[in-house]
């Protein structure tokens, strides 16, 4: 094989092996972030609890008008009970 087909034929796995996740439509961080899920689904007790609480995200949101903060709101990605 010549160095000019060994570098297409490279170029050629590189293109197919690549990019699963964007033939699928997903960004990468959704890709990642199934990904992430689907292991913390197969996890088992205790392990799966600590994964669980570690997924959890607080935050402050303040909508910004005429160059002035309003009010912070505390926002989480935990469901209120």
Do not use: D
């Not at 990468?28 to 205790?46: G, I, S």
């Amino acid at each position: 094989m010549s160095a000019p087909q060994a570098a297409q034929a490279a170029g050629q796995v590189a293109q197919a092996a690549a990019p699963y996740w964007r033939n699928a439509g997903m960004s990468y961080v959704a890709y990642a972030n199934a990904c992430a899920q689907h292991l913390r689904n197969c996890l088992k007790e205790p392990h799966k609890t600590a994964a669980a609480n570690r997924e959890a995200v607080h935050y402050k949101f303040s909508v910004w008008e005429n160059g002035v903060a309003g009010k912070p709101s505390i926002r989480s990605t935990i469901p209120e009970e």
